[in-house]
């Protein structure tokens, strides 16, 4: 064999050098992923002990499952605390809720007495609708203030068979401003938005009963002189009171200027929120709070809910539908973020405000259907 044939000794040197860093690389990145797989063990098994036998884990379990409890996967909160303690804890909130709306509400309003109009009083009259931005831990959100309470209606949907979203119904009506009211059934979160939870009244008028064989209910709404009603009322009580505007919802969360809830542990999980006050001297606070979207707004508790009022001087303040269904719309505008990922929701009521309310025609849309024919999920 002639020599060029051979294979140089610093060529056969170098080949098993490379073959050397490539067994070293190998193993190198063998040991990092055993090691990076162990750890990653380690971590999961002290961070489910800590979840499960510490009390501050305990506090974070529970409101993680609150917090699902309040969006359309409420069943994998049973993975987390288990089926029956899912069950006892929805339980306790309702049976809380419902205390919470007992006490008998002493609230007044004094609304300001019209004065003569003048260039110079047309001039500082506040603006029948203000909004402010505000912000906390987690959240994002908007405080909306309107100065008449008188102003505000119950606006319903167009048409039979499907709800409306707040943006339409404040163009169809020419409203100034929009926020969804209450709840409604959804099987499956897919629901039509046509058929409320509980009642509806709207311009003084009961448009919808769904209540069955109870004679009461919890109720947000208005009165005929502008008062906020909120708690647990008989339909013969809320007529005797001239409510004007409510729906069915709770809880309501401060009555007769203090905040029922306690503390966080007992906000009810995390999530977008609306919700309804009036101040001293009858102007009626909206708050909505945007929720579920990380880089932006994860949302809010009750407590935090409830703290955002009475730092605005409500006196009297609930709970409206929130999650996906929360939206505020001013000028044609949707002012928030809602968070459902098919954009804003078909609702079946909604508070309205009006510069002329007694202007604005809002048919029932309901009259005549019985509540138990009405196909919530039917498209």
Same mark, same amino acid.
Request: net charge positive; no cysteine.
């Given at each position: ?10 060529? $056969?040197r ?10 070293? #690389?190998?193993?190198?990145?063998? %040991? ?8 990653? @063990? ?9 979840l @499960? ?6 506090? =974070? ?5 609150? /917090?699902?409890? /309040? ?15 899912? +069950?006892r #804890? ?24 019209p004065?003569?109009? !003048? ?44 709800g409306?979203? $707040? !943006? ?31 009642? =509806? ?7 919808y ?19 906020? $009603? ?8 809320? !007529? ?25 542990? &007992? *906000? %009810?999980?995390?999530?977008? #929120? ?16 945007? *929720? ?9 508790n ?8 009475? &730092? ?8 409206? +539908? ?6 505020? =719309? ?14 804003? #929701?078909?609702?079946? /009521?909604?508070?309205? =405000? @009006? ?16 509540p ?8």
């Amino acid at each position: 064999m002639s020599q060029t044939s051979l294979p140089k000794r610093s060529t $056969v040197r170098q080949q098993s050098m490379k073959n050397k860093k490539r067994r070293k #690389r190998k193993k190198g990145l063998g %040991w990092f992923f055993s090691r990076f797989i162990m750890a990653v @063990f380690i971590i999961g098994i002290l961070g489910a002990g800590w979840l @499960f036998l510490t009390p501050s884990g305990n506090d =974070v379990r529970f409101l993680m499952a609150d /917090t699902l409890i /309040t969006t359309q996967h409420r069943y994998l909160a049973k993975y987390i605390i288990g089926q029956a303690e899912l +069950d006892r #804890r929805v339980a306790e909130y309702n049976k809380r809720f419902e205390a919470m709306g007992e006490e008998k509400d002493m609230h007044q309003i004094h609304l300001p007495i019209p004065e003569q109009t !003048s260039a110079e009083a047309s001039h500082q009259k506040k603006p029948l609708v203000e909004i402010e931005e505000i912000s906390g831990k987690g959240y994002h959100g908007y405080v909306m203030t309107v100065n008449d309470p008188t102003k505000i209606r119950l606006g319903v949907p167009k048409n039979r068979g499907k709800g409306e979203k $707040v !943006s339409s119904m404040v163009k169809r009506t020419g409203a100034i401003a929009g926020v969804n009211a209450g709840g409604f059934a959804d099987p499956n979160w897919k629901g039509n938005g046509f058929k409320p939870i509980g009642i =509806v009244i709207s311009q003084g008028k009961l448009y919808y009963n769904g209540l069955g064989n109870s004679k009461s209910t919890q109720v947000v709404g208005i009165d005929k002189n502008g008062k906020m $009603v909120a708690g647990h009322y008989s339909l013969k009580e809320l !007529s005797d009171m001239g409510i004007k505007e409510a729906v069915t919802f709770q809880p309501r969360i401060i009555v007769n200027g203090k905040g029922l809830i306690r503390n966080s542990r &007992e *906000g %009810w999980g995390i999530a977008p #929120r609306t919700a309804m006050g009036q101040r001293a001297d009858g102007a009626i606070l909206f708050v909505v709070i945007d *929720g579920r979207q990380p880089t932006y707004s994860i949302g809010a508790n009750l407590y935090d809910v409830q703290q955002i009022m009475l &730092e605005h001087g409500a006196v009297i303040a609930a709970n409206l +539908d929130g999650g996906s269904s929360t939206v505020l =719309v001013k000028d044609n505008q949707i002012v928030n973020k809602p968070s459902s990922e098919y954009g804003e #929701r078909y609702l079946p /009521t909604a508070f309205l =405000v @009006f510069e002329h309310p007694e202007d604005v025609k809002i048919p029932n849309i309901w009259a005549g259907l019985n509540p138990q024919d009405i196909d919530p999920g039917k498209k």
